[in-house]
């Protein structure tokens, strides 16, 4: 950068930090010309949000005016300023964190009424009121209801999301993107086997090769009692995104196709089954969680407060796997992947051990005409936290 006294094109940062919303650098800088020092402020650049009204007009994204709606809706309530505002810009990342160059006006009211929800619920049913357009005192009663429900569940534990479906559903993408919308926690389940395995590897489960990195032998026969006391050593959490193994950061290194192998062979095993389902549901009595599987709803948390069976037509599913693979380089048969997710439809819903089925309380949503943000859409809508 140029120096802004004499004008030398090189300078020289000292230091950087971030200010204390973390999204604005502050570089301090001298040139070596001059011996000047001077200061730049470093923020993404992001384009102009569109909100499409209900009538279709167009306007871009007004922080201010959400700030307005949200100080009427708490007037005379115990909420600061510097919280509305706090509110006012949750709200804004979050739509820009959509990826898309325009939303609705419903998707930024359903994001505020998140806010005040969590904020002040007496502000929240203000808000609601005249969102949702209230005809009659049933209509608070009903949305009072649901805050005592959803109240009682916290009581208990975090709040669950099931998301159960057949493979190439897009369960996974669905999940994680309604998990950083809502703020909840994902839990992968794949990683968690891939942990497993990584695990056993290293002790030794699946050859000396593997218990140093190397190819895994899956085919190698497993002694019960020693992996029975292999797993009731083991933790297992997901913390900012990452997977922990007994503490440890293994994100990265579970993800290898030998590790792949791995994890196969474990999902195999009933003892390390049972293992995750205890994990998984102690995470889940402490932590607001979407969890995706095939059977989430129906054996890890078949008390879950949300769930949602997420499927597609097989010829859609196969047609989505085989231009992902062909993306990435790979020389594949449309027919063969078809055939493949048919195949692998009827060993889940025909295993012995919790087939894939939909739970009879979960919502069915067929993504087979819908887009991703379609499908997050229509889950977030239907959860009140």
């Known amino acids: 950068m140029r120096c802004p006294f004499c004008d030398n094109p090189d300078t020289r940062v000292l230091d950087s930090r971030q200010t204390e919303d973390g999204h ?12 000047k020092r001077f200061t730049t402020y470093e923020k993404a650049e992001i384009s102009i949000l569109m909100i499409v009204k209900k009538d279709g007009r167009r306007e871009a994204f007004d922080r201010q005016k959400v700030a307005g709606g949200i100080i009427r809706a708490c007037e005379k309530r115990p909420v600061s ?37 969590a904020v002040d619920q007496v502000a929240y049913i203000r808000f609601a009121s005249v969102y949702r357009q209230f005809a009659n005192v049933e209509k608070f009663a009903e949305e009072i209801d649901k805050l005592r429900q959803v109240g009682s569940a916290r009581a208990r534990h975090g709040i669950r999301i099931a998301i159960d479906g057949p493979s190439g559903a897009g369960k996974s993408t669905i999940a994680k993107r309604v998990a950083a919308r809502l703020g909840f926690d994902y839990i992968d389940t794949g990683a968690m086997y891939r942990s497993i395995g990584l ?43 990452k997977v922990y193994l007994d503490g440890e950061d293994v994100e990265s290194e579970i993800r290898n196709s030998e590790i792949s192998k791995a994890a196969s062979a474990c999902a195999q095993i009933g003892i390390v089954r049972e293992k ?110």
């Open 24 to 35: 604005v650098i502050r570089r301090r800088r001298i040139c070596d010309a001059c011996g």
């Open 81 to 117: 300023m510097e919280e509305i505002n706090e509110m006012a810009a949750r709200i804004e990342r979050k739509a820009q964190a959509a990826g898309r160059s325009e939303v609705t006006s419903d998707y930024i009211g359903e994001l505020v009424m998140d806010e005040l929800r």
């Open 199 to 241: 695990k056993m590897a290293r002790s030794g489960f699946f050859g000396e090769d593997g218990m140093h990195g190397g190819a895994v032998d899956p085919s190698r026969e497993i002694d019960p009692d020693r992996l029975s006391s292999v797993l009731a050593e083991t933790e297992i959490d997901f913390r900012e995104g």
């Open 276 to 385: 995750l389902v205890d994990i998984q549901r102690e995470i889940g009595s402490r932590k607001n969680v979407v969890m995706d599987g095939r059977d989430i709803g129906t054996n890890v948390f078949r008390d879950a407060e949300y769930k949602f069976f997420l499927t597609a037509a097989p010829e859609e599913r196969a047609k989505r796997r085989f231009l992902e693979l062909k993306e990435k380089g790979q020389d594949v048969v449309y027919e063969d992947i078809l055939k493949d997710v048919e195949e692998r439809d009827y060993r889940d819903t025909h295993r012995e051990l919790n087939p894939l089925r939909k739970a009879e309380d979960a919502v069915e949503i067929d993504s087979t005409h819908m887009t991703i943000e379609e499908v997050v859409d229509e889950i977030c809508s239907r959860v009140t936290i």
